[in-house]
Each structure stands twice: as C-alpha cells, then as structure tokens.
C-alpha cells in the first residue's frame, strides 16, 4: 500500500487519486518491464525511482529504448514527461482504492 501525496492525479472525476487517500499496487516484476506494458488496462502506477515516489498514468511505453511517458490527471500539470526505466526500482500497476483521505 502506498500513501498518495498532492493532488497531481486529482481532476474531479471517478478515476481521481486524492492526497492521503491510500492505494494498493501490484508489483510488474522488473522481467516484463521489456515486453509492452499493459498501460491500457491500468488506471495508474506507483513508480519508485532514486528521487522518490511517483503515482501517474503510463499513457505510452517503448520497448526499444525503455522510456515511459508519464502522465497527470490534474490538468494544472499539463506537461507529460519521460522516465527511462533503467531509472526505476520498482514498478506498480495501482489495483485498489484502500482508503479515502479526509482532505
């Protein structure tokens, strides 16, 4: 389970990830990370890298060059940006809203 911080995946809707609302994520062993990722199907993903905690939608995956392009629900972060996989530890397609914060 991970704690979610901000609002960066909060636009109103269903689908929002609220700050402090708790989330469970399924690991995506590092093995498959070479193959095309199920981006499609997942709402969105934990992503542990060296700088931190990332919770965003994968919107585009490639497989040749191992970049993933992150996206934010909140249209105030409007920039998608790109995370080379060689850069993340760990990799979670998030399965459940746990709990709701009170925010």
Request: a negative charge.
């Amino acid at each position: 389970c991970f704690e979610v911080e901000g609002d960066s995946m909060e636009d109103g809707t269903r689908d929002s990830l609220c700050d402090q609302d708790s989330i469970m994520g399924r690991e995506v062993r590092r093995d498959l990370w070479g193959d095309k990722l199920h981006i499609n199907k997942w709402k969105a993903c934990v992503i542990v890298q060296k700088s931190g905690i990332l919770i965003k939608q994968i919107v585009d995956h490639n497989t040749e060059t191992g970049i993933i392009t992150c996206h934010s629900l909140n249209p105030v972060y409007n920039e998608d940006f790109e995370l080379n996989l060689n850069d993340v530890f760990e990799l979670y397609n998030v399965i459940k809203l746990v709990d709701r914060g009170m925010n």
